[in-house]
């Protein structure tokens, strides 16, 4: 049980990162949500956990493409719940072109968001964790960790180098009593691989339902999708006691893609 611990989920309000934060809650934990989108939709996400879980729920705005925003989430949780036991770095975006055509803003907004943002909420998080004797660290990586795809460089460049961020920091903790790992989906069914699809159309010059079964399940050998919901359950086992060996790992959940 996670009672009386802290979780700081970033790009929560949606996909994998609700139900993170969502399993962490069933587990007891109080959470802080991130993300973007509608207010209104986000205060009830943020009330339902609360009533649904019997824990408490603040909501933080911090956009992840700024340093000093980032820094102040991780201090809302400190300050809300007196400590950030568990951070869930997951927020993330996706851009697909040819790499010659490659939106230069996009590309910097992809390894702002889905790389560096890590590193400043680690970096904000890591005082009070090693103070307390006890962390968790989880980044959601991705199967493009560990192969590539074309038409997604600053995306696997990113993921690449979270996967690298992750050993590197594990290392750097290990005395501590905090563990550092990622997690590496395939595909799973969330808005952000809903709105890859057209751009995937248009860049192979493709239909819906050919992008769907010839590219994105064509990697996945069990030929289906990853739920959200399977994701938040390795998170929360890897917030287990029995876990606390686990460290520097980078953990496939891709339905057999990166064993080929
Ligand atoms: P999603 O689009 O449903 O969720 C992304 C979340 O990130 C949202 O809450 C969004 O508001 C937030 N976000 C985006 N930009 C932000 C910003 N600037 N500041 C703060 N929050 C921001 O997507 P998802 O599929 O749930 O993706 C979550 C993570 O999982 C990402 O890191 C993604 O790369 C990774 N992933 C997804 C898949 C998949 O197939 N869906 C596979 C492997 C890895």
């Given amino acids: 049980t996670l009672t009386s611990k802290a979780a700081v989920i970033t790009g929560s309000t949606s ?58 989430m991780v201090r809302l949780g400190e300050r809300t719940f007196g400590s950030v036991d568990i951070l869930v770095n997951n927020a993330g975006i996706q851009f697909v072109s040819p790499v010659e055509d490659f939106p230069v803003e996009k590309w910097d907004q992809i390894i702002a968001i889905n790389l560096t943002s890590a590193f400043h909420a680690i970096r904000a998080a890591v005082p009070g964790m090693k103070a307390r004797g006890w962390g968790r660290i989880i980044n959601t990586a991705s199967a493009h960790s560990l192969v590539a795809s074309p038409f997604k460089s600053a995306y696997v460049a990113a993921k690449h180098g979270i996967a690298g961020l992750t050993k590197t ?20 069914w969330t808005p952000l691989v809903e709105r890859q699809i057209p751009d995937t159309m248009k860049a192979r010059g493709l239909t819906k339902e050919q992008v769907i079964n010839d590219v994105l399940l064509e990697a996945q050998p069990t030929k289906q999708f990853v739920t959200v919901d399977q994701v938040a359950g390795l998170a929360v086992f890897l917030c287990s006691d029995a876990a606390s060996q686990m460290s520097g790992a980078n953990l496939s959940m891709d339905g057999g893609w990166t064993a080929k």
Wanted: proline content about 3%; overall charge negative.
């Fill in 169 to 188: 920091v594990a290392l750097e903790v290990a005395t501590h009593g905090i563990t550092v790992n990622c997690i590496s989906p395939g595909y799973v």
């Fill in 15 to 72: 996909g994998i990162g609700l139900a993170i934060a969502r399993g962490l809650a069933k587990e007891g934990a109080n959470i802080v949500l991130n993300g973007l989108g509608d207010e209104a939709e986000i205060e009830k996400t943020r009330a339902g956990i609360e009533s649904e879980f019997g824990v408490k729920a603040v909501y933080s705005p911090a956009n992840m493409l700024k340093a000093d925003e980032i820094e102040e």
